[in-house]
């Protein structure tokens, strides 16, 4: 299974982005989409995610800003993160997560490569 996530770039502050991440192979079962992001310096951190059953949750610092969803059709597996009213302080770079159950029960791990967001003015 490969991750592939883009849609990052360079914005001024109060503006917005829509990353997204499709996922190609062989998937059983998708658990979980997520997003994460990591600033220089820092831990990764959950940014978003969303459930199989469309259950979403967001960090504090992301709440009302940004917006998770997926599109599980038919041979598409893509999650998004639309990003608005974007601050300096949500600058990173951005990583997908897929986890994925597979037919012998075990749930893994799935990463992106990472976007590259920056706010700056």
């Known amino acids: 299974v490969q991750l592939v996530d883009s849609g990052g770039g360079l914005v001024q502050p109060g503006g917005s982005l829509r990353l997204s991440c499709t996922a190609s192979g062989s998937i059983f079962r998708i658990e979980r989409m997520g997003w994460y992001r990591q600033a220089p310096g820092k831990q990764r951190e959950l940014v978003a995610g969303?459930?199989?059953?469309?259950?979403?949750?967001?960090a504090d610092a992301v709440k009302g800003r940004f917006t998770i969803s997926r599109d599980n059709a038919k041979n598409t597996d893509t999650v998004y993160l639309q990003m608005n009213s974007l601050k300096p302080e949500d600058t990173a770079v951005y990583y997908c997560?897929?986890?994925?159950?597979?037919?012998?029960?075990?749930?893994?791990?799935?990463w992106g490569r990472g976007t590259q967001v920056t706010v700056s003015p």
């Open positions: 969303i459930t199989s059953g469309g259950t979403t949750n967001y």
């Open positions: 997560n897929f986890v994925l159950r597979g037919s012998n029960g075990y749930l893994t791990n799935y």
